[in-house]
C-alpha cells in the first residue's frame, strides 16, 4: 500500500498550477527590477556567474566565424592579389620619390607641432587594445563587450577610443571580459566642446539618427555665431567620464533652438562603428574631484 | 522509485534546456549578427522560448522564457528582470496553445513566432523608448522591428525543426526508461 501511494502524492506535490509560479517570478522579477535600477550591487554578482558560462562560447564561436571568413576570402585573394601586385609595383617607384618628400615634411611638422605645443594630448595616455568578440543582443542600443577585464587592468568609465576618436567607455567590467557603450548609443550623452572656440555642448547618441550615420548635439551656447559646419568637436574639460580632448567628430548641420540662446544640430562621427573589430581603452580614468 | 525517475527526467530536461539556451546566446550575440539585414541580430532567445512552450506546455515554457530573458538581462540589460518578465510572460502565453500543436504542422510555430516577436518588440518600444519621449514609431517598426521579426522568421526555419527533433528525441529516450522501469 505504502508504496504505491508514495508515488502518486510525489506526482500531485510536484503539480504547480503555472498561474502560481507565473504570479511568484513576475513578483521576482519586478523586485529584481527595482533593486537593479539604481545599484549596480546585485547585478554585478549575476554578470560574474554568468560571464564564467557564456564567454567561453562566444569567445570560440568568433574564431569559428573568423576563420570561415578567412577560407571564402582566402579563393577570392589569389586572383586579386596577381593584379594588385602588378599595380602595386608602379606605385612602389612613384611612392619611393613621394616618401623622400614626406620625411621632409614630416620634420618639418614636428618641428612646428612642438613651437605650437599641439602634441595631441592622448598620445601620452597609457593604452591596451583589445578585440571586440560579442555586439549587443538586441537591436535598440549599442554596446559591445571585449575581450580584456579587471585581469589586464581594465576599470569601469575607462574611455575607448579607435585609431580615428573616440568610441564610449566601458561600463561593466568581469576578469576576462567588459562592456563597452558606444558614443552613439541612444542612453549615452556626454558633455562636449567646438575645439576651435571651447563653447561646451551636450552630445547625445540618437538611434533614429544613426541610421544617416550622426549622431546630435544640443545646448551649445554661441552667442557670437562663430561656430560653423566642419568644426570639430572633442570630449571637454568638464566631462565626468571622459578624458578632455578626444575627437568624437565634426559639425554636420547647425541651426537656432526656439529659445534663440542655445544651438543644436547634428555631428558626423570620426569612428566608423560598422567595421570596428579592434579599440584601445585608455588606462587612466578621469579625476572628477567627486566623491570617488 | 518513480519520484527518483522523474527526477531524473526533470534534471535531464532543465541541462538539456540550459545547454540550448546558452548556445543559443552566443551564437545570437556573435556570427549571427549580418549586415545585409540592417545589422540586426536573430532573436533565439525568443525562438527557443516559443517552441519550448508549445511543445512541453505551460510551466517548460515560463521557465524557459525566464532563463532565457534573464541571460539578455545579465549582459545587456540595465536593469534585471525586464527581459525575463517579458519572454516569461510570452513563453506562458504561447502555452495556451500547447493542446492544438502537433509536430507535424510547421506553419502555426513559425507564425507564433513572427507575431510574438513583432509584439516583443512593440513592448521594447513602449518601455524603453516611448517612456523617455522618442515617439517615432514608424521608423523604430521598419528599421528595428520588422527586420528582426523578419530575420528572426528566417533563422527560426532552421532552428525550430532542429530544437523538435532533439526534443523528440529527449521525449524517445524518456520512454525507453519508462520501459524498462516497467
Given at each position: 500500500m505504502m508504496q504505491t501511494e508514495l508515488p502518486v502524492k510525489g506526482e500531485e506535490r510536484f503539480k504547480i498550477p503555472g498561474k502560481y509560479l507565473l504570479f511568484l517570478l513576475t513578483l521576482l522579477c519586478a523586485g529584481l527590477m527595482i533593486l537593479t535600477f539604481r545599484s549596480s550591487f546585485l547585478s554585478g554578482v549575476f554578470r560574474t556567474v554568468g560571464s564564467f558560462l557564456v564567454t567561453p562560447f562566444q569567445n570560440g564561436l568568433n574564431q569559428v566565424a573568423v576563420w570561415i571568413s578567412d577560407q571564402a576570402d582566402r579563393l577570392d585573394d589569389i586572383e586579386r592579389l596577381q593584379e594588385e601586385n602588378r599595380l602595386l609595383q608602379e606605385q612602389v617607384q612613384s611612392l619611393t620619390t613621394d616618401i623622400t618628400n614626406l620625411q621632409q615634411d614630416r620634420y618639418e611638422l614636428e618641428q612646428l607641432r612642438t613651437l605650437y605645443a599641439l602634441?595631441?594630448?592622448?598620445?601620452q595616455y597609457n593604452k591596451t587594445g583589445a578585440r571586440i568578440i560579442a555586439k549587443d543582443a538586441g537591436n535598440w542600443f549599442h554596446s559591445f563587450i571585449i575581450n580584456k577585464g579587471s585581469q589586464d587592468g581594465i576599470m569601469v568609465d575607462m574611455n575607448v577610443i579607435s585609431g580615428a576618436g573616440l568610441v564610449g567607455r566601458v561600463v561593466e567590467c568581469g576578469t576576462n571580459w567588459s562592456r563597452v557603450q558606444a558614443?552613439?548609443?541612444?542612453?549615452t550623452s556626454i558633455s562636449g566642446m567646438?575645439?576651435?572656440?571651447?563653447d561646451n555642448l551636450i552630445v547625445d547618441g540618437d538611434l533614429e539618427l544613426y541610421e544617416q550615420g550622426l549622431i546630435r548635439f544640443s545646448k551649445l551656447v554661441d552667442n557670437a555665431g562663430k561656430v560653423k559646419m566642419g568644426e570639430k568637436i572633442v570630449t571637454s574639460n568638464?566631462?565626468?567620464k571622459y578624458l578632455p580632448g578626444i575627437l568624437i567628430g565634426y559639425i554636420t548641420e547647425i541651426s537656432d533652438d526656439a529659445n534663440n540662446l542655445t544651438k543644436s544640430g547634428t555631428l558626423t562621427p570620426?569612428?566608423?562603428?560598422?567595421?570596428?573589430e579592434t579599440v584601445l581603452v585608455i588606462l587612466e580614468r578621469k579625476q572628477s574631484g567627486g566623491d570617488e | 522509485m518513480l519520484m527518483k525517475r522523474m527526477i531524473k527526467v526533470v534534471s535531464r530536461r532543465v541541462l538539456f534546456t540550459l545547454l540550448l539556451i546558452v548556445i543559443c546566446f552566443a551564437l545570437q550575440t556573435s556570427v549571427?549578427?549580418?549586415?545585409?539585414?540592417?545589422n540586426v541580430s536573430p532573436n533565439l532567445m525568443l525562438v527557443l522560448t516559443v517552441s519550448l512552450a508549445l511543445m512541453r506546455g505551460e510551466i517548460p515554457g515560463l521557465l524557459t522564457g525566464f532563463f532565457c530573458g534573464l541571460c539578455v538581462d545579465v549582459f545587456?540589460?540595465?536593469?534585471?528582470?525586464f527581459y525575463a518578465m517579458i519572454l516569461m510572460y510570452i513563453g506562458f502565453l504561447c502555452a495556451r496553445f500547447h493542446k492544438m500543436?502537433?509536430?507535424?504542422?510547421?506553419m502555426m510555430p513559425l507564425s507564433m513566432i513572427f507575431v510574438t516577436d513583432l509584439i516583443y518588440g512593440l513592448v521594447c518600444f513602449v518601455f524603453l523608448f516611448a517612456l523617455r519621449a522618442r515617439w517615432n514609431l514608424p521608423h523604430y517598426l521598419f528599421r528595428v522591428m520588422l527586420p528582426e521579426a523578419l530575420y528572426t522568421l528566417m533563422v527560426s526555419v532552421l532552428l525550430y525543426p532542429l530544437v523538435l527533433r532533439l526534443n523528440g528525441w529527449l521525449e524517445d529516450l524518456e520512454q525507453k526508461g519508462a520501459r524498462k522501469f516497467v
Open positions: 602634441d595631441a594630448q592622448y598620445e558614443v552613439i548609443s541612444d542612453n567646438v575645439l576651435s572656440t571651447a568638464v566631462s565626468d570620426v569612428v566608423d562603428f560598422e567595421h570596428l | 549571427l549578427r549580418l549586415s545585409f539585414f540592417g545587456y540589460g540595465d536593469m534585471i528582470g500543436f502537433f509536430p507535424e504542422n510547421m
